[in-house]
């Protein structure tokens, strides 16, 4: 059975850092593509960064380059959400995806991927 666990959201200032964690178990997590999806309330789902786990070849959407950094402990089946320097527009629930074959470098939509975690709060304030 194939579980994904976030942890690590939370209530930041502006300005502030978090990091987000998604634990992967009963996949091959070497051979994935990971993603960081996050939905605010009245928005549709985005992908914020995704990483394919046998490279470490990441991709990262326009409004989180250069603040946001997605990274990946193969030992540890875990990929990370290092936040940094948040903007109050960055609130949203953030959820990671896994696709256990995926067939391009790095995964973006989010219909291609076959497993979610249960989504973390995360909260910024003005």
């Known amino acids: 059975q194939v579980q994904l666990v976030e942890s690590g959201g939370g209530l930041v200032q502006a300005g502030g850092s978090l990091r987000l964690s998604c634990a992967a178990s009963g996949l091959t997590f070497g051979s994935c593509a990971m993603g960081w999806f996050r939905q605010a309330p009245g928005k549709e789902r985005e992908c914020v960064a995704a990483?394919?786990?046998?490279?470490?070849?990441?991709w990262h959407a326009d409004a989180v380059k250069g603040r946001f950094t997605i990274f990946s402990d193969n030992a540890k089946n875990t990929v990370y959400l290092q936040m940094n320097n948040l903007k109050p527009e960055d609130t949203a629930v953030y959820y990671c995806?896994?696709?256990?074959?995926?067939?391009?470098?790095?995964?973006?939509?989010?219909?291609?991927?076959?497993?979610w975690g249960q989504g973390t709060q995360v909260t910024v304030s003005s």
């Open positions: 990483i394919r786990t046998s490279s470490g070849y990441t």
């Open positions: 995806a896994a696709d256990r074959n995926p067939t391009t470098v790095v995964v973006i939509r989010g219909s291609l991927y076959d497993y």
